[in-house]
């Protein structure tokens, strides 16, 4: 920064060397970007993908602990009723 606010104009060699460097800036984002979407393109879609299955199982896993849970109260409901007789 102090070369580009010399008085008598920054030196050639200083310009270039600040261009270059600003160029492999450049040159290292795009090639992350480029990553990035090659790496967006290659996703598999949201249909495609074991997601819904899982969720599905684990539904009929919550609905059959609650079916168990609702059987046991029944079942000691009983057993209350049967020793009360």
Request: one cysteine or more.
């Amino acid at each position: 920064m102090e070369e580009l606010g010399n008085s008598q104009g920054p030196r050639g060699e200083a310009v270039v060397a600040h261009c270059r460097e600003f160029m492999l800036y450049m040159k290292e984002i795009q090639t992350t970007l480029r990553e990035e979407i090659k790496s967006a393109c290659e996703y598999r879609p949201f249909e495609m993908c074991d997601y819904s299955a899982r969720i599905a199982n684990e539904i009929c896993c919550k609905k059959l602990e609650y079916v168990i849970e609702k059987m046991d109260a029944m079942q000691l409901n009983i057993e209350h009723s049967t020793n009360e007789v």
